[in-house]
């Protein structure tokens, strides 16, 4: 339990969003320091963005359906995979 579910002011999906964000601004600020960043992390973090980012939509636009947040993890991870070896190969 995150410190954001125990606090209900919150709307769900903020605690995984500011996980996100602090994963991202972390290799930003590597990069910037000249220290090499990590992909797991940078990976981590644009998954948790899109995880509070659903949780958010959902929660803000009250459908009339489940979004499929599992599901759109498992896309973006495999597209994030995909684009890295791509890259990877064009680099040798």
Same mark, same amino acid.
């Given at each position: 339990? %995150?410190?954001t $579910?125990m606090?209900?002011?919150? =709307?769900?999906? !903020?605690?995984?969003l500011?996980f996100?964000?602090?994963?991202i601004? #972390?290799?930003?600020?590597? @990069? /910037?320091?000249?220290i =090499? %960043? @990590?992909?797991f %992390?940078? !990976?981590?973090? &644009? /998954?948790?963005?899109l995880?509070?980012?659903l949780e958010?939509?959902?929660?803000f636009? %009250?459908? =009339?359906? $489940?979004? =499929? &947040?599992?599901?759109? #993890?498992?896309? &973006?991870?495999?597209?994030? &995979?995909?684009?890295r $070896?791509q890259?990877?190969n064009?680099?040798?």
């Open positions: 339990m %995150t410190i $579910e606090v209900k002011v919150l =709307p769900p999906g !903020t605690g995984a500011g996100g964000l602090i994963l601004g #972390l290799n930003a600020a590597r @990069s /910037l320091n000249g =090499p %960043t @990590s992909g %992390t940078i !990976t981590l973090g &644009v /998954l948790a963005i995880l509070g980012g958010l939509a959902g929660f636009l %009250t459908l =009339p359906f $489940e979004l =499929p &947040v599992f599901a759109i #993890l498992l896309i &973006v991870l495999g597209v994030i &995979v995909l684009a $070896e890259i990877g064009r680099n040798q």
